[in-house]
């Protein structure tokens, strides 16, 4: 996608440089907590800064027991909540680099299932993460800015 001036617009740009991270032996009491308490839908699992997996609130619930917070909750129910995050994380996630292209992350999308790509400096170290909604709003921002004919006639 490129820019009002001919030039390809960089996930740096409109990517969310707000990331979250916890580490591979955090709990999943901890990770709900962070969902729970959040916006997030993604949270970064690093070792040492670097990044090493994702972890999305649906790997979150995929993982619980339906049944905690409810009168039907047993103790092996709570217990999937000492789980640990590397133990339901995905592993080796596809990451573009900070001057990477909004068309790189297009094509990522497009073939693979993912929701979100973290963005990653040179030694590996989360400086970013862009969703698919990244996108659609700079779409959106640009659309609005450059009416085409079909906006200008009523008609989208």
Request: proline share 3%; net charge neutral; with cysteine.
């Amino acid at each position: 996608m490129l820019g009002c001036d001919g030039e390809i617009v960089s996930v740096e740009r409109i990517m969310s440089k707000t990331v979250v991270t916890v580490e591979m032996d955090d709990s999943l009491r901890m990770v709900k907590e962070i969902f729970d308490n959040t916006r997030f839908h993604h949270l970064l699992v690093v070792d040492s800064r670097k990044l090493f997996g994702v972890i999305s609130d649906r790997d979150l619930l995929k993982a619980l027991s339906p049944h905690i917070g409810t009168m039907g909750e047993t103790a092996r129910d709570a217990a999937s909540l000492n789980k640990r995050v590397h133990q339901i994380m995905t592993r080796k996630p596809v990451v573009l680099g900070q001057n990477a292209g909004i068309l790189d992350a297009i094509e990522i999308f497009n073939n693979h299932k993912i929701s979100c790509i973290p963005v990653v400096d040179e030694e590996h170290i989360p400086v970013g993460i862009i969703s698919w909604r990244d996108i659609l709003k700079e779409i959106e921002a640009k659309r609005g800015k450059h009416p085409n004919k079909a906006n200008q006639q009523g008609r989208s």
